[in-house]
């Protein structure tokens, strides 16, 4: 028995220098390994959670506020409004064209309130969103950071909205590349030649794409963390996650195409791409900022947790029996005791003399 564990404790010794030898051998295991295990003690899937949960929670007040501007628009061409009704019930007729209709021009009539309550509905879950993104980014980097309540608020706000903005630049011009408008520019331009190679006008496309999206992720992942990190600490991090990203977004529209065939799948389908999407995309930003605060080179840019302290240890209760005396008392029991003692020597006394 004593050799068996003796053999065990050989075969784990070897494992273990065999493990030290090859994260030292090859660096990139080790820097991977490393990653994965500061992604993992730094709670990375909780914040990734979080993050999804309350981005798409965010998306309602920003989808009314989207309506809202369709709303002021179409309230300026009312032939506008004329021909979608006259669409609607001509698509369905009756009593529910009438009521689609109803609710059309209702909608636009309360554009105003609508756009208030989205404003500020976006507002609110905007810097909920932004203040886990920033503080996710910045445990991935050693912890978080003590702020001040009010001006984390309004830091949080500017943010959310800038970032906001390049994301829709980003998308715009994506589309830009890839719509119809990039045909009518070769036309007009008379490179008609290239209008018709699409696969090269589909990989200038995904170029495009890549660098807008590696522009966005530098700033992401250089400037969001609470104490900002130099941009060529991330830009090659940066560009490895636009290109997924980028790759995630062809899959995200292959997966739509695949499911909008199907009535469940208009139903549920969108619903459920856009919370899986926005959990991978919450993860890989996560796993990217791991990976380049797990690089030995940027050891100096790692922070300390402010909010990670011991809490004071409270102060120690004894529980201890007490025990109260009472000299009245004490004195009545050595009195009643002696009478008994005396009764009790009589009585003896006058046994021994019967």
Partial sequence: MGSLVEKIKQLIARLTALYEDVRTRW???AHLLDTLERYTDRRGNVYAAA???SGI???VPILMVTFAVAGFVLASRPDLVDQMVDAVLAEFPGQMGETLGGVIESAIDSRATVGVIGLISAALTGIGWMSLVRTGLSEMWGGRIKRNAVMSKVSDLGTFVGLG???VLTFALTALASGPVATKVLDWMDWEFLSNQVTLLRLATNLIAVLGTWWIFSIILARLPLRPVPMRAVRWTALTTAIVFTILKEVGGLYLQSVL?????VAFGPLLGVMVFAYLASRIVLYASAWTA????NAQYLTVDELDGAAPEPDRVVLAPVYETSEAPKARALLTAAGIGAAAAGIYGWIRRG
């Fill in 27 to 29: 660096r990139w295991l």
């Fill in 294 to 297: 797990a690089n030995p080179d």
């Fill in 57 to 59: 929670l965010s998306l």
């Fill in 261 to 265: 065939n199907s009535p469940a799948g």
């Fill in 51 to 53: 993050i999804t949960f």
């Fill in 165 to 167: 903005i390049m994301f």
